[in-house]
């Protein structure tokens, strides 16, 4: 079985993760956690807002009350569901590599299970494209039923316009937000601070992006073998009970203008990254 001390030496630094399978199994929230950063920097470069204001505009974007988004403490939310199980086994017959559902060959998850059907809808295509499972030479086993969550942080990207799908559409707002930062440092709100800023208000000026992280305690198996041998590369034994363990959980959401005026309008929530694989996932 991985040792927590092995597992925590290895694994608090995003995004490598060895060997072989890119999973932490781990008790003890990673260091970027303990330490509060919630990775807005990447979105504020100047730090020019403060955390709280973009704490009161996620509240307001979310229809939320402003005190669920204060930081509370010793506040969790303990999960309960009598069907909270995921399971996956890759190799079962029926398993079917990441890769079969982003080219849409496959419709549904490994082993038409409804809980991993929920999990694939829920994921971001690039951090679904990190979890590729090479089926030749290992074989990757988990269950994970959440059993207590608890909200780290929650802020809103502080520039309306700016979200994951507009960027991809518009390659040329890649660094424009770090560009509106150095303009305003240097000249302040001058003609050429406006023409930055239009460059988003043209591609969506009622779209919002909201970002939230979650610490989820859970009940987790986790094993890799080598597919030839059949020996365990990483985590657990066969046998073993379940490990409690917790992951970092990191949500994107992005909100729109209400059509009835009461409001907004919340799309779906999407996991960008987990235990910071990706590094939060940022998309500017």
Known sequence: MMTHASSRASCN???????????????????????????????????????????????????IPIWNVMPIPFYKTHIKSENGMMYLDSSSENAHSVDDYDNGEVQVPPNEDEDNEYLYGMMEKTLVRRFHVDRESMNVKFSIQPIEAELLHLFAVPVPGLTREIVNDNPYLRGALYRLHMTYAENGFDEHYFDLLGDFVKNGPEKRTIVAEAAIKCHEFFQVKDASSGSVLQGMEDGSEQDEVVHIVRFEVVTDESQDGAGRDISNWKIIDIDDLLEGNMFI
């Not at 990447?42 to 996620?58: E, S, Y």
């Open 13 to 63: 630094v995003a995004p490598a993760l060895k060997p072989g399978f890119p999973w932490r199994h781990d008790s003890i929230l990673p260091d970027r956690a303990l330490e509060r950063n919630d990775y807005s920097g990447t979105f504020n470069p100047t730090a020019g807002d403060p955390p709280i204001l973009r704490k009161l505009i996620a509240a307001r974007e979310l229809n």
